[in-house]
């Protein structure tokens, strides 16, 4: 839990690791949830990351859908809306 938000790697993702990564963080969100795992800043950065993976969520045949679509359950379970307002996203 504590490696894979290392700031460094957060920003550093290269395109094809941004999705597991984010699906990882996501879940991790879900076990925790309601606390946040990690303090402002790094949930701050962890939902850039998930909200970056979400640009061609329109795209129904790609192979990615099927893990964007786990993503968003999983934020919609924990209510992150709710942790973001209160990060002042």
């Not at 309601?34 to 949930?43: A, E, F, G, L, Q």
């Not at 950065?45 to 790609?62: A, H, K, P, W, Y």
């Not at 990615?64 to 209160?86: H, N, P």
Request: glycine residues 6%; charged residues 20%.
């Amino acid at each position: 839990m504590l490696s894979i938000i290392q700031y460094k790697f957060l920003g550093e993702l290269c395109g094809g690791v941004r999705l597991p990564v984010a699906y990882c963080l996501s879940n991790t969100m879900r076990l925790t949830a309601p606390i946040p795992p990690y303090s402002d800043d790094i949930m701050r950065g962890v939902f850039r990351l998930i909200i970056e993976t979400f640009r061609d969520l329109d795209n129904s045949e790609g192979p990615t859908f099927g893990k964007k679509l786990e993503i968003r359950k999983a934020m919609a379970l924990v209510r992150s809306y709710d942790i973001m307002l209160y990060l002042h996203w």
